[in-house]
C-alpha cells in the first residue's frame, strides 16, 4: 500500500458567489506529498501534513470542475523520514504499528467568504490584579485597508479602532472583573466571544465571531532547581499548579478515520478524572480542530508538540518544511486557551550520564546500549543518548523558539520534553524497572524507584498492563481461556512481548512479575484482572508519591493514555475502543483535588508499615478529618485511625504513622481510608491491599 501513488477525483459545482466574494477549496491536512489538479491545471503542490492548503476557485464561479489529489507514496526509510515532518508514530513504535499512511487526513470544505474580512485573530491576557486584565486583541485582514475602521467587542467593551494603511489590527482591551479560563478543577474554563466587523467606506463586513478565554500562562523555578535550568513550576493566571497530565497519541492509525466523537468520548473522560493536561506527543498529530475546541471548552490544557519525535533532520532543505509546518501549528493553535506551551518535540536529547557507573547491572545496560549501537539500531546512538550537548544553539530549536515568539507569544516554548539534566525527566513506563529503561535498571522495584525521584517534573511514566478481555477476543479471534503463548505472532505484533529495549520479552506483558505478587496464573481471564490491577497499584503510588513530594515535584504526565489500534499490552488506561481498563478510576481517583494517601514500599511486607499523607491541590485548600481502618482477610478490625486534618493549596502533609502489623504467610490485609469535609461528607477514599491479596482482588473486580 505504501508504495502506491493514490489518486482522488471529484465533480465539484462552484457557486456563483458575486463580484464581493471569494470562492476557496480548503484542505485542513493532506498526507503527505501532494499535487491538487482543478480541470488538469495543478494549482498547489507541495509537502507536509500541518498546513492548510488554499485552492482558488473565483475563476471558476458558476461551473462544473473537476478536481483531483494526487498524493505521493511516503518516504521509504526511516532515516528518509526524519527529514520530513510526517507523523513519525506511522513508521512503527511500541504502541503503534508500521502503517505509512497517504491521503486526505483533516477537513475539506468549499469556503465562500467576503473579500474584505477577518482573517484571523487571538488574544494575549495579562493580569494587572484581581479586578482587570489587559487584553491584547491581534487580528489580520484579508486585504490592505487605506481608510476605515474595526468594530470590536470583547466581554461588553466596545472599541472603534481606526485602519490606516493596513492589513493588521492590534487594539487593548481593559476588562474589569474579568471572568478568567481556568484549568479543570482550579476553575471555570469561561470562554467569551471575540466579534470584530469592518467597515470601509460603503463596505461592511459580515461579524466576525470566535471563541476565546482570558489566561495568563507562566512559568516559575520549582522549589530547589538550579538557577540554570529551565523553570519548571507551570502558573495560570499567575497561579502555580500541580499537572495532573496524560500523554496523547493519535487515536488512530488510520488519521483520516478520527471523529469528533472519538475526541469527545476521551476528553470528556479525563474532565471527569480530574486531568488538568493533556500533551500531545511529538511523534503524532496536530490534532483536528475539534479536539482543541473541547479543550478549551472542558478546560483541559494543551502542551503541544512540533512534529519531531527521537531525532530531526539536519538538511537546509528539513530547516525550510519544518518552518513553514511550525508556523501553520502555531498560527492555527493561537486562538485556543487550552494551548499554553508549545516544545521543539520530543526526546530530542537523553542524559545518560547513570550508565557511567559501577553497580554492575547499570555496567551490563551499558554493553547492551552500546550493542544496539554496534547493531546499528536507529537513533540508538551515544552522541544522541549522551545528554543535551546542543541544547539551545541546535538550529531546530532555534528555528521554533523563535516562530513561537513571532506567532504565539502569549504561549510559552521549551526546547524538547523531556529537559533531562535541569529536572524534567521521562520514565519509568513498567513495573519491573530492571526490564525497561537502560538507566533505571539498578532499582530493584518501582517503589524504590519513585521513593527516591528527586527530579521536578515526569513528563512521561506509567507503568504497563495486558488488554481488556474484549479486544482480546477480536483481536486474536480466540474466545477461550488460554494464556497467551510468548512466541505467539498475533501477541508480538501486537507489542504483548518483545515491544521495546533489548527485546524484553516481558516489557509490557509482564506474567513473571505478576506471578511473583500473585503466584501462578493459569487463565486468561485472571490474568486480565491481577496484571491490569497491578497497573492500577503502581499508577497510583507513582501519583500520590510525587503529589506527597509537592512543591518540589510539580506534575506527573501519564505516558500513553490511550492508544491508535488494539495492542494487545501496553500502557494504554482507555482502549483504541474507548473501554478503560480496571485501572483508569484507580488513577483518575489518585488524581483527586484532595487526596489522603498511605506511603509505604512493598505490596508484601513481613510487617505493614506506612505513613498517612493529605495532599491538596485545591485552590480553596482543605481542613476536615480522616478515618481510616486496617482489617484482615476475615474482615475484622484491627486498627482504627481518626483525626482532625488541614492543608493549604499544593501542600502535601503527613499525618501520622500506621502501627507495625505483623503478617503471617497467607496473611492478608486491607487499609481503607476515607477523608471527610467539614460537614462530614466524603471527598476521598482509598483501599489498598498487602500480603496474599490474589482472591480479594479477583473478588473486587470480577
Aim: charged share 25%.
Amino acid at each position: 500500500m505504501e508504495k502506491r501513488l493514490w489518486v482522488y477525483r471529484r465533480a465539484v459545482e462552484v457557486p456563483k458567489a458575486g463580484r464581493d466574494k471569494t470562492v476557496r477549496m480548503i484542505f485542513a491536512g493532506l498526507d503527505y506529498t501532494y499535487q491538487v489538479l482543478v480541470d488538469g491545471n495543478c494549482l498547489a503542490a507541495g509537502e507536509g501534513m500541518f498546513h492548510a492548503i488554499i485552492v482558488p476557485l473565483d475563476f471558476a464561479q458558476g461551473k462544473r470542475v473537476r478536481v483531483e489529489v494526487r498524493l505521493a507514496p511516503p518516504p521509504g526509510t526511516k532515516q528518509e523520514e526524519l527529514e520530513t515532518t510526517k507523523a513519525q508514530f506511522a513508521r512503527g513504535w511500541d504502541f503503534a504499528p508500521t502503517l505509512r499512511t497517504a491521503g486526505i487526513w483533516d477537513d475539506v470544505w468549499l469556503d465562500v467568504s467576503p473579500r474584505l474580512r477577518v482573517e484571523d485573530a487571538f488574544i494575549e491576557t495579562r493580569l494587572q490584579n484581581s479586578q482587570r486584565a489587559l487584553v491584547t486583541v491581534r487580528a489580520e485582514l484579508s486585504e490592505v485597508v487605506e481608510r476605515g475602521w474595526a468594530l470590536l467587542s470583547l466581554c461588553g467593551a466596545k472599541r472603534r479602532v481606526p485602519l490606516l494603511g493596513t492589513d493588521r489590527l492590534t487594539a487593548f482591551v481593559e476588562i474589569e472583573s474579568p471572568r478568567l479560563w481556568w484549568p479543570n478543577s482550579l476553575g471555570e474554563p469561561a470562554l467569551h466571544d471575540l466579534s470584530m466587523a469592518l467597515e470601509v467606506g460603503d463596505r461592511r463586513t459580515e461579524k466576525f465571531v470566535q471563541k476565546v478565554g482570558l489566561r495568563e500562562a507562566g512559568r516559575l523555578p520549582a522549589q530547589g532547581q538550579r538557577p540554570i535550568d529551565i523553570p519548571l513550576q507551570f502558573t495560570i493566571n499567575q497561579t502555580p499548579f500541580f499537572i495532573n497530565g496524560v500523554n496523547w497519541v493519535p487515536p488512530d492509525s488510520c488519521v483520516g478515520d478520527i471523529t469528533p466523537d472519538q475526541y469527545d468520548r476521551q476528553l470528556e473522560r479525563f474532565k471527569a478524572g480530574h486531568v488538568n493536561l493533556v500533551r500531545v506527543w511529538g511523534g503524532g498529530l496536530r490534532e483536528k480542530s475539534h479536539f482543541y475546541r473541547k479543550c478549551d471548552e472542558l478546560g483541559l490544557l494543551v502542551f503541544q508538540e512540533y512534529p519531531i519525535a527521537c531525532g530531526m533532520g539536519q538538511s537546509e532543505a528539513y530547516h525550510r518544511r519544518l518552518q513553514s509546518e511550525a508556523r501553520q501549528i502555531a498560527r492555527t493553535l493561537r486562538r485556543h486557551p487550552s494551548v499554553f506551551l508549545f516544545s521543539g518535540g520530543n526526546e530530542n536529547y537523553y542524559y545518560c550520564h547513570m550508565l557511567d557507573s559501577d553497580d554492575p547491572l547499570l555496567q551490563e545496560a551499558a554493553r547492551l546500549m552500546l550493542l544496539a549501537v554496534n547493531e546499528g539500531k536507529p537513533f540508538a546512538n551515544r552522541e544522541w543518548l549522551g545528554g543535551a550537548t546542543k541544547r539551545y544553539d541546535e538550529p531546530v530549536h532555534l528555528l521554533l523558539g523563535g516562530i513561537t515568539a513571532e506567532e504565539a507569544p502569549h504561549c510559552l516554548y521549551q526546547n524538547t520534553s523531556a529537559m533531562e539534566g535541569e529536572g524534567e525527566v521521562h520514565g519509568i513506563w513498567n513495573w519491573n524497572p530492571r526490564l525497561g529503561d537502560h538507566r533505571y535498571r539498578n532499582f530493584a522495584t518501582l517503589y524504590d524507584y519513585w521513593l527516591a525521584a528527586d527530579q521536578h517534573l515526569y513528563s512521561e511514566a506509567s507503568v504497563s498492563s495486558i488488554a481488556n478481555l474484549e479486544t482480546i477476543r477480536e483481536v486474536t479471534g480466540d474466545s477461550s481461556d488460554k494464556l497467551p503463548a510468548f512466541d505467539d505472532e498475533t501477541w508480538k505484533a501486537h507489542h504483548a512481548f518483545h515491544g521495546a529495549w533489548d527485546g524484553h520479552r516481558d516489557l509490557w506483558l509482564d506474567l513473571p512479575s505478576t506471578e511473583e505478587v500473585f503466584g501462578p496464573i493459569r487463565r486468561r481471564s485472571e490474568l486480565i484482572t491481577l496484571n491490569q490491577y497491578l497497573q492500577a497499584e503502581g499508577g497510583r503510588f507513582m501519583i500520590e508519591e510525587l503529589r506527597r513530594k509537592q512543591p518540589v515535584a510539580t506534575g506527573v504526565i501519564w505516558w500513553g493514555v490511550n492508544e491508535p489500534w488494539p495492542g494487545l499490552a501496553g500502557n494504554a488506561l482507555i482502549d483504541y475502543h474507548g473501554r478503560p481498563k480496571l485501572s483508569w478510576p484507580i488513577i483518575a481517583n489518585a488524581f483527586s483535588p484532595v487526596i489522603l494517601s498511605l506511603r509505604y514500599g512493598n505490596l508484601r511486607p513481613r510487617s505493614l508499615q506506612g505513613e498517612l499523607w493529605l495532599s491538596c491541590n485545591d485552590r480553596r485548600g482543605f481542613a476536615g478529618r480522616y478515618r481510616v481502618t486496617v482489617a484482615n482477610r476475615k474482615e475484622e478490625l484491627i486498627d482504627l485511625y481518626e483525626g482532625s486534618c488541614d492543608a493549604g493549596y499544593l501542600q502535601s502533609r503527613p499525618l501520622r504513622r500506621l502501627t507495625p502489623v505483623p503478617l503471617a504467610r497467607r496473611e492478608q490485609l486491607a487499609v481503607r481510608t476515607t477523608l471527610l469535609d467539614g460537614r462530614g461528607r466524603s471527598v476521598h477514599e482509598n483501599l489498598y491491599l498487602f500480603g496474599d491479596i490474589r482472591s480479594k482482588v479477583l473478588q473486587l473486580f470480577p
